[in-house]
């Protein structure tokens, strides 16, 4: 059976970031889980992290990322760029099977096993099943509503959620303050 993915989105807007991502955990055609927690604080809650994909492989990634993080004083762009060259580069790590995203008050990327560390133009940035349909919707109420990144998550997860079958209503959200 394959395990699909689910919607993770981070905004940063009007001074603030948020991080969510929806709790489906799905196998084959069957909803397993409403609630799983895929986004998580990190070093002392200065990085917000999220992951799309196998489950174990986001937690083992999760850990690899904050010792990175630990290595490079915390300094995000450096600990992407180099989990991102352990992720490609080693035997074991290279099987892993999912996306990231991370952000703290001034950046954020999303990192992938094929060595990719991209930096959204706009602060927005969204991966999963339902990344394109929570992207368009964040993107879209940034420019045409006042509302803080917070709200715009938690608006476009929702309607990622109507559109997505692999991602459901049950979000968590995560925040912190930005320089913008």
């Not at 059976?1 to 009007?14: D, H, N, P």
């Not at 099987?95 to 991370?102: E, G, K, N, S, T």
């Not at 602060?123 to 929570?134: C, L, N, P, R």
């Not at 476009?156 to 049950?170: F, H, K, P, V």
Request: aromatic share 4%; with cysteine.
């Amino acid at each position: 059976m394959q395990i699909r993915s689910t919607t993770i989105l981070g905004v940063r807007a009007r001074g603030r970031v948020a991080l969510g991502g929806d709790g489906q955990v799905t196998v084959g055609t069957t909803v397993m889980k409403a609630g799983a927690r895929k986004v998580r604080a990190l070093r002392e809650k200065s990085v917000l992290a999220g992951f799309a994909g196998s489950a174990a492989d986001g937690f083992t990634l999760f850990e690899r990322f904050e010792k990175k993080l630990d290595e490079h004083a915390g300094r995000l762009a450096r600990a992407a760029v180099e989990l991102a060259k352990d992720w490609r580069s080693d035997r074991i790590l290279r099987r892993l099977d999912a996306l990231l995203v991370v952000m703290d008050a001034d950046n954020g990327f999303v990192i992938s096993g094929n060595g990719d560390v991209i930096e959204p133009d706009d602060g927005i940035m969204a991966v999963g099943s339902g990344g394109a349909y929570a992207l368009a919707a964040a993107r879209a109420l940034v420019q045409h509503t006042q509302l803080d990144a917070e709200a715009i998550v938690r608006q476009a997860l929702d309607i990622s959620a109507g559109i997505c079958i692999y991602t459901n209503r049950e979000t968590t959200i995560l925040t912190l303050d930005g320089d913008a």
